[in-house]
């Protein structure tokens, strides 16, 4: 039998690769139970929204990865199979999906004539056609029939070997760092930047032992970020909290500097979960931060500021349409968010990831003309109470499965790769 094995390994994201693949590819390599020479490891890369165009170079730096096929070349790979180097592949290996739509594992697959193995986060899907799925924990399980368990194993959370080491928030010297998310989008941008930046200045009034910063977007830069904090740029600053911000570097560490002194740091590295998962608290808008927040069990609170419902245009599928179009979007923006603040009021709808998992509110939702003080005070109450934070952090790993997964992900791969 061919002892040559190609794992292929898909992927999308800059996040995914980082605490994903990186960590299962240095556990892979570890085991000595696989012949490493005869082992070549693959990473295809499929677009992502979030994409910074840099995944490529960082996945080339990781020595413990073979060759990387970039986004742009990806249909071409799975549509004709072509890749742009012409790659030649062993008689055996498995396709492991770590990050993107979990249907391409089933397609490349299929035309490589290779067995499958998916880590499933939250859904399991194509399992008629997937041959092993890895469950971050029991519930997902639980969705499946029966008939299939049998190639199904329970590995835990990949996110949990990233929070494990860090527990501990507070700094060493007793310095508490909060963590401010306005998002990508010049919906959010325009209402987040100034609104936090007052938050920031109201919170410091009252607590000058705290650190602010700021995970830049990988999508915008620093300078993008920083335009939103100024009163030429920006006429909702007025409304929100008369706090202006301007771009200083000192250090060569740049940061967003308030009005009123306030130095809020800027992190641009992403994805930056070290930074993240060392403060005690973070304020986000809707979106995809609070799924990302969630996963790292950080407490949070979620803020959906209407003060300009013309401004929220950020919406999905027919109503993000609507609200678009040219010279009467501004009409359906106005009605579609007026509906929606009226419908979440009266349902009690929740919008942040984590309290759609739990179906019910464990992280504090905010939303409508919300006040610097309210939220503010929201805030200090919080850091004054250690516990009411510990259960916020308890609720959110409840949600998520346990370490380790890592580890078990690589053994379910050695054991395929040695026919066990």
Not at 69 to 79: P, V
Not at 332 to 337: D, G, H, P, S, T
Request: glycine fraction near 6%.
């Amino acid at each position: 039998m061919d002892s040559y094995f190609d794992l292929v390994i898909l992927s999308n994201g800059p996040g995914e690769i980082t605490t994903w693949v990186l960590p299962i590819v240095k556990q892979i390599r570890s085991l000595s139970t696989i012949n490493q020479e005869n082992l070549r490891i693959s990473l295809i890369l499929s677009p992502c929204p979030h994409a910074t165009g840099n995944e490529v170079n960082i996945a080339r730096k990781l020595p413990e990865i073979n060759r990387v096929l970039g986004a742009e070349n990806f249909f071409s790979f799975l549509l004709w199979g072509k890749t742009i180097d012409n790659w030649e592949w062993y008689q055996r290996g498995l396709v492991l999906f770590l990050g993107g739509d979990q249907f391409f594992t089933v397609v490349i697959a299929k035309r490589l004539g290779f067995l499958s193995l998916v880590y499933a986060e939250w859904d399991a899907r194509w399992y008629r056609y997937i041959d092993y799925f890895a469950l971050m924990q029991q519930s997902i399980l639980d969705k499946i029939p029966s008939y299939f368990h049998g190639k199904c194993y329970l590995v835990g959370d990949l996110m949990a070997d990233i929070t494990s080491n860090n527990l501990q928030n507070i700094g060493s010297n007793g310095t508490i760092k909060i963590g401010l998310l306005p998002g990508s989008k010049s919906a959010k941008l325009t209402q987040g930047v100034p609104f936090l930046m007052a938050i920031a200045s109201y919170i410091y009034k009252y607590n000058n032992n705290v650190e602010f910063i700021i995970p830049v977007a990988p999508t915008i830069t620093p300078e993008i970020l920083a335009s939103y904090g100024k009163k030429e740029n920006n006429n909702l600053i007025e409304q929100l909290g008369h706090i202006t911000g301007e771009l200083i570097t000192i250090n060569k560490q740049l940061y967003l500097q308030t009005s009123d002194g306030i130095k809020i740091k800027l992190i641009s590295k992403f994805p930056c979960y070290e930074e993240i998962t060392k403060c005690q608290l973070c304020l986000t808008t809707v979106g995809a931060n609070t799924a990302q927040l969630g996963s790292l069990t950080m407490p949070m609170i979620v803020l959906i500021p209407t003060y300009q419902l013309t401004a929220m245009k950020s919406w999905d599928g027919i109503l993000g349409l609507l609200a678009n179009l040219p010279i009467i979007g501004d009409y359906f923006a106005k009605l579609i968010n007026w509906i929606v603040i009226q419908y979440t009021v009266k349902n009690k709808k929740l919008y942040a990831w984590p309290n759609i998992w739990a179906k019910k509110e464990i992280v504090p939702e905010l939303i409508g003309h919300l006040k610097v003080e309210e939220v503010g005070n929201l805030v200090l109450d919080l850091l004054n109470n250690e516990d009411k934070l510990k259960q916020i952090k308890s609720d959110l790993q409840k949600l998520r499965g346990s370490a380790g997964a890592s580890e078990k992900i690589s053994q379910i791969v050695a054991n395929v790769i040695n026919n066990k």
